[in-house]
Structure formats: C-alpha cells, structure tokens
C-alpha cells in the first residue's frame, strides 16, 4: 500500500531519491501465526496549522484505541504514527500490544497527518494537489498533533476514552516513527515520560557528526557478506547488466530472464540504470527485513531470506563469471524480495516511469515521504562502491546536489522551488546533541542499514539508553515475540522493559540499571515450529551480572564500527 511511484528518471550520481527507501510497517501478519490485535477507531479535531493562531482552520486525525489492559493508574503506549495507515502499524508492533497487560496499559495509537484516513484537505488527491495544501505536512505538524491528542484525553472527561491528567505516557515507533518517538520526548518532556524508538535514523542528516552517507548500504553489503554471501559477483551485476542492455540480444536476455513487464522492457543502453536501481532495491531491503523466520513485513518472504538467497543463486561456490550467469543468480536472488517461490504469479518486473515502487508498493500514498524528503527531512546518503559496498560510487556529487535535481523533477505539479529544501531543518528543530535528553530506548539492529544513522551512544546517568542488537534487522525487536526470535532478542527486550519501569515508576526502577546486548545470539535450528509468543514477559530472563563499562563501550564500538 505504501510505495513510491518511480515517476522520474533522474541522471543524478549522487543519490538513488527515485526510490524510497525508508520504509513503512507493513507487516499484516507479524509471524506464522497470525494475532488479531482489536481496536476502537475515533477521530480528533486538530489544527490545519499548529503554529499560526490566525489560521483557525481544522481537519481530524485518525487514532485508535484498545482498553483491554487498562487499569487506573496504568500508563497509555502510544503509537507516534509515520508514513502510512495506522492500521498497518497496530499490526505491525506486537510488542507494544504483548506488554500492555504487564503494565495496566492503554494502546492508543495516532495517525500522521496527509496519510490513510487523516486528511486536511478531506482527500489524498486535495491534500498532495499543491504546495499549498502540502505546506502542513511536516514531523513537527504531527508532534503537535500527537501533544494536543493526548493532553485532551487526559483533560476531557467526556466520552469515547479519557484518561487521569497525572497519566504516565510512553511513546513507541519505528523507523520513521521511531525518529517521532524520539523527537516527542525531546520536544515535549512534559507530554510524554518516556520512549522506545527502534531503528531510527535520527542522525542521517546533513552535517551529523560522525555519520557516513555511505554507512546505510556499507552495512547492507556486510549483512550479504555475513550470510556468505559472493560479493565479488554481486558487484559485477551493474556493469553485467550494462553490457547486455547494449545490444539486442543482451536486451531480450534481460527482459527474459526478470519477467519483464511489456510496458517496461529494456529496449536500449539507457535503461540499464533504471534495472540496475530495481536490483539494488531489492537487495537493499533483503537486508533491512533480514528475519530469523518466515515473515509478511514489505513482502512475504523465507526465513533469514539473505541467507536463503546467497545459499540457493549467490554462493562463491557457483564461482560465477559469466555476464549472463551472473546477471541470471541475481535475477532469481532479487525474486527472493519481490515475489518470493512465485507468490505473485501475476508478478511482472516493470522498473520505468510510472511503474510505482515495487520494494514498498503495499505501503500508501506515493507522494508524502518524498515530499518529507523534499523540504524538511533531507536524508544526505549515497553508495560509495569499491571497498566501502558493492554497488557503484555515487558520492561524487554531494547528496544534497541530487535532491536539488530530484525534487523539483518529481514535484513539478505541486510547483516545489529551491527554497523549500530544509537542508538543515532537522539539525536546527532537533539537532544532533542527545546530551539534555532522558528517557528514551533507542535500539539498533546489526543486519539493519538504518543503523547507520542511529544514536551510538547513551548516557544511564540520563536513561538514555543506545542498544545495540545482535543479528538483529530492521525494528525486529518491535514485532510480536516468537519463538524463532535469535536467542538474544528476549534479552534486549527484557532488559528494555526494566527501562520503561523506570521512565514511569521509580519504585519498580533497578538502581543499577545497564542496558547491553551481552548474551550470545544462537539462531533457531527448526522453522517447522514458529510460533508468537503471548503475554510471555519476562521470556525466560532475570537479572544478570553486566559487564564492566570498558567492556561495554568494547561490544558498542564493535557491533556499529562502520
């Protein structure tokens, strides 16, 4: 529901922005066997323009409620939604909804303004029409959104739900939502007592000390190494491809051998970039949704799918050298992403304007993110090739170079200017600095790109908590417990609810409180039994003896060295 349309062909070295690449939960069924998560839907009346007290017009949000675990003087967790229906995100985070009834809690999820049901201008078509209408779209809108929501549950004692002012708050996201969460303790310390953001890139912007644009598809070539894969041949691809696009019978090769759409076929040299970006595609979000056991996230997909795919059509076993042989392994090895044993059989590869983004084609309105991208949340990221990855050097031209060139291409309708590209809007509306911050879980996964733009290092004196996890993927540690999960991801998870006990209740607190994926991460042996894990706090753990803090900046160093 959620994908980005590939409208544009844009000549840019410097950034792939054709495609989004930051991803949206849609994660129908969180594992195997599926949960039903249950919900009220409501409607909020907030502000077109939360920030101009002469604009007094007004649109409702969509938000949904479940009271099941609620008792009087529990907590509200609440889902600081991103760029999508929230529906997809009340599926999508099992956790969420698995430690409801260990804390007394309300789940109270908020749609983002401009996406699913929380339009302003009363349609999708209205609300993306102009930049007018897109003006409101912005994180900060939605912050302010999600403050004024909850400060009238926890004031209004009319119905459908409403809440005892002094009611502890918890914010919880990922990816994008994740940056929310983050964000609203941040901004509004007095709203919300604490979050739990997961794999969120709060970092990958312009002039962010210490973060590589190349780090995001650096560590997507260290997942495929990991999983044994044949990097070597993997970054002969694009040139493989290059060469075959060159002639007529390279080209019907191509189109064979990917199941090309007709509207889309390779027909000349110069289409060999727009198949080399569908392969990179689905390799970059292979290893994003890297799980331990059979999933639906993006696409329905194997378990631990890099391995499966490097084992089956990549292993420097095949010592493959030939264009055709190669260019024919990563063909079936992208399938794995796109169209996993023929899941589709209707599935055609169609990779030119107007086919949509196949990496994300289920996520939602194919404009909103890329509008973000374009005006408030420049994200500055490249491949650098060579040594750093497999893929080919754009980082040449600066990425923000290419944005310039991207946006007003793709937004030519919507009359988008120089003017509105904020390359340094995060940095001056959040910043980089974490050190006046508290309360926040910010945990990143090994396999995960993203983590590449994700907080390193935390502060206990603070609670500011940075965990890192081991053999981990994107927000993995978001889903539904399973018992497929790597054997260490109980364990973060543990130790990250003795954490939210303290953002809530100093006497349910551990005064010692370390947080460290410090156990090992055996992977499951037998995927014939995966199954969800219900209510199943505290998953085996207790209380452990920490490593010393050398030790701890050690493990750190080690698992995010880029």
């Known amino acids: 529901r959620m994908k980005l349309l590939l409208l544009l062909l844009i000549a840019v070295a410097a950034i792939d922005a054709k495609r989004r690449r930051f991803p949206r ?18 409607f909020f009346e907030t502000r077109l323009d939360n920030f101009d007290f002469t ?49 007394n809690a309300a789940v109270v999820l908020a749609e983002h303004r401009y996406y699913g049901d929380s339009q302003p201008f009363g349609s999708e078509k209205e609300a993306y029409a102009s930049s007018e209408h897109l003006a409101y779209l912005s994180s900060e809108q939605a912050l302010a959104d999600y403050a004024a929501l909850l400060t009238w549950l926890k004031n209004n004692d009319t119905k459908p739900v409403s809440f005892p002012a002094e009611t502890k708050v918890i914010a919880f996201g990922g990816s994008y939502g994740g940056m929310l969460s983050a964000w609203f303790r941040m901004k509004y310390p007095h709203v919300v007592d604490g979050a739990y953001a997961s794999s969120a890139p709060v970092q990958y912007f312009n002039n962010a000390p210490g973060v590589d644009p190349g780090g995001f598809d650096k560590i997507t070539t260290e997942t495929f190494a990991k999983s044994g ?249 978001l889903r539904q417990p399973n018992t497929c999960d790597p054997s260490n991801l109980s364990w973060v998870r543990y130790q990250a609810v003795q954490a939210m006990w303290c953002f809530i209740d100093e006497s349910k607190c551990t005064a010692d409180l370390d947080i460290l994926d410090n156990k090992p991460s055996n992977m499951p042996t037998d995927l014939s039994k995966c199954n969800d894990i219900v209510v199943g706090y505290p998953w085996g753990n207790s209380a452990q003896t920490f490593f010393s803090f050398t030790i701890i900046l050690i493990v750190i160093a080690n698992f995010f060295r880029l």
Not at 56 to 67: D, G, S
Not at 286 to 298: G, H, R, V
Not at 342 to 355: E, I, R, S
Not at 423 to 442: A, C, M
Request: hydrophobic share 40%; glycine share 8%.
């Open 25 to 42: 939960s849609n994660a129908i069924a969180t594992s195997n066997s599926d949960i039903i998560y249950t919900w009220k839907d409501y």
């Open 55 to 103: 604009n007094t017009k007004t649109f409702n949000i969509k938000y949904l409620v479940n009271m099941d675990s609620y008792k009087a003087g529990g907590p509200i967790f609440f889902y600081t939604g991103n760029e999508g229906t929230i529906e997809e995100f009340a599926n999508a985070t099992g956790l969420m909804w698995d430690l409801a009834p260990n804390f």
């Open 229 to 477: 894969c044949d990097n070597v041949a993997l970054s002969k691809t694009w040139d493989a491809v290059k060469r075959l696009a060159a002639n007529a019978d390279g080209q019907k090769f191509l189109n064979d051998v990917f199941g090309v759409d007709p509207k889309s076929l390779v027909t000349s040299a110069a289409d060999a970039d727009a198949l080399n970006d569908y392969i990179r595609e689905g390799v970059e979000y292979m290893a994003m949704t890297d799980y331990s056991y059979p999933t639906n996230f993006l696409k329905p997909m194997p378990a631990s799918p890099v391995k499966y795919a490097c084992d089956k059509y990549l292993s420097p076993k095949l010592a493959l050298t030939a264009d055709k042989d190669i260019v024919k392994a990563m063909a079936d090895l992208v399938a794995v992403y796109f169209n996993f044993n023929n899941n589709d059989p209707a599935y055609t590869v169609c990779f030119k304007d107007g086919c949509g983004d196949a990496g994300t084609d289920a996520l939602g309105s194919p404009l909103g993110w890329p509008w973000q991208e374009c005006t408030e949340l420049v994200m500055t990221m490249c491949a650098r090739g060579g040594t750093n990855d497999f893929f080919w050097n754009e980082c040449a031209i600066n990425p923000v170079d290419g944005m310039r060139q991207f946006c007003p291409a793709f937004f030519k309708d919507q009359n988008w200017n120089q003017g509105m590209l904020g390359v340094e809007s995060v940095r001056i509306k959040y910043g980089f600095s974490w050190t006046g911050v508290s309360n926040i879980i910010l945990t990143n996964g090994e396999l995960d790109p993203w983590r590449a733009g994700g907080v390193q290092k935390g502060d206990k004196s603070r609670r500011l908590f940075a965990l890192p996890i081991t053999n981990s993927a994107h927000h993995f540690d």
